[in-house]
């Protein structure tokens, strides 16, 4: 039987351990949790893969923008990387700013400026 020692690295492995499982069941029961089990760990709009310790680059987007829509099978869910998950919601953001219409969310003007319009020209060696 071995006895652990206060100081030693062994003291209070166990409840080291016992913490870390309480902090798994709690992170698998999380919606977070459930739908890294349910999805394959790729963002739903670039298609990007995760693994690792870059899987929590991999977040959960409420698709109605509902955070207390948790259904069990994840109907609500998607996977969407960070940047992703950010442009989603600023795009959510400015469809909601601009009376939730996706015409006036669409107010850019059109382009003025043509930077390339002369490409063609000075790849042949030529000046305008």
Known sequence: MRVDRPGSPVAGS?????????????????????????FPPICARCG???EGKRLREL?????????????PDGSNWELLCIYC???????????????G???????????????FANLQALLAGKKK
Do not use: C, I, W
Not at 62 to 68: G, L, V
Not at 88 to 98: G, K, Q, T, V
């Open 48 to 50: 990007r893969e995760f």
């Open 85 to 99: 998950h950010d442009n989603e919601h600023n795009r959510f953001l400015e469809y909601d700013r601009n009376g």
């Open 14 to 38: 166990g409840q080291l351990l016992n913490q870390a499982a309480r902090d798994r069941a709690e992170r698998e029961a999380s919606y977070r949790g459930r739908a890294m089990k349910l």
């Open 101 to 115: 219409t996706a015409a006036a969310a669409d107010t850019t003007p059109p382009l003025t400026q043509r930077p």
């Open 59 to 71: 977040t959960v987007h409420h698709k109605d923008h509902n955070h207390d829509n948790n259904p």
